[in-house]
Nanobody, 125 residues
């Protein structure tokens, strides 16, 4: 079982930046695709970004493309989400997820078998 723990959330003004981290425990995630998802109040959980096992391929939702960057450090068993130019509509609980695959990461929530507890990101206008 992979245990995922997110950190780095907080309150930031519009236009600001935050860096989220997702640390994995109990197992190495070097053979897992990793994703970031978010869920705003009253809305479904949605895909934000994903990265393949090596870090060589990344994928983004259109709403964050050009503003967010996903990366990973397999030596540290950690995945990151750098969020720049934040907007009030980015306010949500952000979740890290792991999918044991060496293939292309997917955007579907149901394909990820392991999830963190989430970290709150609030962007004020």
């Amino acid at each position: 079982q992979v245990q995922l723990v997110e950190s780095g959330g907080g309150l930031v003004q519009a236009g600001g930046s935050l860096r989220l981290s997702c640390a994995a425990y109990r197992r190495t995630i070097s053979n897992y695709a990793m994703g970031w998802f978010r869920q705003a109040p009253g809305k479904e959980r949605e895909f934000v970004a994903a990265i393949n096992w090596s870090g060589g391929n990344t994928y983004y939702a259109d709403s964050v493309k050009g503003r967010f960057t996903i990366s990973r450090d397999n030596a540290k068993n950690t995945v990151y989400l750098q969020m720049n130019s934040l907007k009030p509509e980015d306010t949500a609980v952000y979740y890290c997820a792991a999918d044991r695959t060496l293939g292309t990461p997917v955007r579907e929530v149901g394909k990820y078998g392991y999830w963190g507890q989430g970290t709150q990101v609030t962007v004020s206008s």
